[in-house]
């Protein structure tokens, strides 16, 4: 990867000197130890390009030039999972600010700390129509975490230095700065302003949990049989990995984690149950169909884990932890609220286990668990002449077991989720947004904050199309970025939706026709393309993919119709999945489990003597 040679922060004191508003902005991001900023300029935007050109020079910064502004967004959010820093984009006024709408809404989804940064019209001319002018400061509002419009440069160190803060601190999230044209232009008297050194009024987000409520939680995590971690997101984000694991090995609790929260614990672990919800294992939906304590680690009760929000885990009591005190209880009311950032309440709840636990006490629940995994597990597909998808990608996992993983959204995204067992902070993709078009530009950003780390995009067919343009990009910088498509030919996921639910009616989710040849798109960017059209060439193509020293394209052509099991319904409890195979080792019957209310029935029964539920 071609990069600038980049100086060490800017650590002087702060002297007073003549500035205009735009030499402010770029001092101020490199002050912040910003060392890299993607970006697409445009007339509004001129006067923070000109003094970005005088930053490379210096060897302060690099710009990457993506060539759509919403890869510079998505890119950005990339950058910031894979490092955990703030992300930063640039574009100019109207279509280049309306351009990064998308990827600020996935930041703001899947909490993302990132600062975009957009030109704007002259400030006499705001709200006149002026050309390329648009509202961005209005119609960002409810997909950012704060916003500012820079009516005076003397503003603008103030300005950035809050929105790092705010960026970073509590629930992270994007922030945007609209920086008119003229503010640019205008020379003050500028004196820097040290990263973390303003207070804002009003915002001190919690970051230690109540001791009382963390005592609460110990007595249930004590007394309880059928515990289980429910990981989310806000594990990766605090950096909570090892706190996490020590809490599940002292009381031998059994582990599971969203789409967000994979790496936050290792799926190779015992312990582990792998991933929740709509296309989760089935022994992670048992498990919190049954368990009677679940402990909500930094995760929201999204829908795609509890499609039924009233049947989910409902034989539990609940912990929630997490540091954004309106999600705790929005979707769930918890037994034992705690507010505070994950690692920090975690670190204070392990200080206070002053005895060992009972190695016996989760033993039973355990063994039940290990029969579900034994019973249902994760399998391959393979056939004589054509590709699993699962195959594929279970096979690019086992030859970059330790690459950072970037994925688009549809069928491959599950997939991946199901079959990679990822690091933390190596598994980034659009979880609550679900952007297509996310997966290569997201990827180019983590490669850039990463440097010689291995990187892989896993994409489809369909979402590859999207920001196909940001090949131009890699091929630029020769960001080493490998894209593996997973090509069946179709919107996947649209596909099986419209097979199960809408009587294979399929409008409008073949891809086919128009589809390029990927192989020779790559080679007109400059980029090596690969393809792959049967099982006898797989392997050998990812051995080339991973030793070529570039960006690589792979192309490869799997079944058609292959469809992403398991799967709960929509509206199904988490126990009433589709698509199971039959359990895998046949054990004698003596009783029939309702997995609706969670009672033992006689064999002979053919509805729950409880709850009347079909058995």
């Not at 402990?295 to 989910?312: H, K, M, P, W, Y």
């Not at 409008?507 to 393309?529: C, H, I, Q, R, T």
């Not at 193509?541 to 398991?566: F, K, Q, S, T």
Request: charged fraction near 20%; include cysteine.
């Amino acid at each position: 990867m071609t990069s600038t040679s980049v100086k060490p922060s800017i650590k002087a004191k702060p002297v007073i000197q003549r500035a205009t508003g735009a030499f402010a902005l770029i001092d101020s991001l490199v002050r912040h130890g910003v060392r890299h900023v993607f970006g697409y300029p445009g007339g509004a935007i001129l006067p923070v390009y000109d003094e970005l050109y005088k930053a490379e020079e210096r060897g302060d910064i690099q710009h990457i030039l993506v060539r759509h502004e919403q890869a510079a967004s998505h890119a950005a959010d990339g950058y910031a999972r894979a490092t955990g820093q703030v992300g930063v984009c640039i574009a100019t006024s109207g279509p280049g600010a309306t351009n990064l709408v998308t990827g600020i809404a996935t930041a703001q989804m899947d909490s993302v700390p990132m600062v975009a940064i957009t030109g704007q019209v002259t400030r006499k001319a705001i709200g006149s129509d002026a050309f390329q002018e648009t509202d961005i400061f209005g119609i960002t509002l409810p997909i950012v975490k704060h916003s500012y419009v820079v009516r005076d440069p003397r503003q603008m160190a103030n300005i950035v230095a809050e929105a790092f803060y705010i960026a970073q601190s509590g629930r992270p999230g994007p922030v945007l700065i609209d920086v008119p044209k003229d503010v640019g232009l205008e020379e003050f008297d500028y004196a820097p302003v040290a990263p973390r050194s303003i207070a804002i009024p009003g915002y001190k987000p919690t970051t230690r949990g109540n001791p009382r409520q963390i005592v609460n939680a110990i007595a249930l995590l004590r007394s309880a049989q059928k515990p289980l971690l429910y990981v989310g997101g806000g594990a990766v984000i605090s950096g909570a990995h090892a706190e996490i694991a020590q809490l599940a090995e002292h009381f031998q609790i059994p582990v599971t984690t969203t789409l967000m929260g994979k790496g936050a614990f290792d799926e190779r672990h015992p312990l582990s149950v792998g991933m929740l919800g709509m296309h989760g294992t089935a022994y992670a939906n048992f498990a919190v169909s049954e368990c009677d304590l679940l402990l909500a680690i930094g995760a929201r009760f999204d829908d795609r884990v509890a499609s039924n929000l009233e049947q989910f885990a409902q034989h539990a009591k609940v912990v929630h932890v997490d540091i954004d005190p309106a999600e705790v209880g929005k979707c769930r009311v918890p037994d034992v609220p705690i507010v505070g950032d994950v690692r920090n309440v975690l670190t204070e709840l392990l200080a206070r286990l002053d005895k060992p636990a009972n190695p016996d006490q989760t033993g039973a629940w355990r063994a039940r668990i290990d029969e579900w995994k034994t019973d249902y597990p994760l399998k391959v597909p393979t056939y004589s002449d054509q590709l699993a998808p699962q195959q594929v990608i279970a096979q690019v996992g086992r030859y970059a077991p330790d690459a950072y993983y970037t994925t688009d959204v549809g069928q491959h995204q599950m997939w991946a989720a199901q079959f990679l067992q990822n690091g933390p902070r190596k598994w980034i993709s659009s979880a609550g947004l679900g952007t297509m078009g996310y997966g290569m530009p997201a990827a180019l950003g983590v490669q850039i904050g990463v440097g010689d780390e291995q990187v892989i995009c896993i994409s489809g067919d369909a979402s590859f199309q999207m920001n196909l343009q940001e090949l131009a990009t890699l091929a630029q910088y020769n960001i080493k970025v490998k894209t593996v498509i997973i090509n069946n030919g179709w919107q996947g996921m649209v596909r099986q939706w419209q097979q199960g639910f809408y009587g294979e009616r399929y409008a409008s989710s073949n891809m086919e026709v128009g589809m390029p040849d990927f192989e020779k798109l790559a080679a007109a960017f400059g980029v090596k393309g690969i393809v792959v059209q049967s099982p006898d060439q797989l392997d050998q193509a990812i051995v080339d993919m991973l030793a070529h020293d570039g960006p690589v394209l792979l192309d490869v052509w799997v079944r058609r119709d292959e469809n992403c099991y398991p799967m709960v319904p929509p509206g199904k409890n988490n126990s009433q999945m589709i698509g199971l195979a039959e359990p895998a080792t046949k054990r004698p019957v003596e009783f029939v489990h309702c997995h609706s209310c969670g009672s033992d029935n006689k064999v002979s029964h053919r509805f729950c003597s409880e709850c009347g539920t079909k058995l």
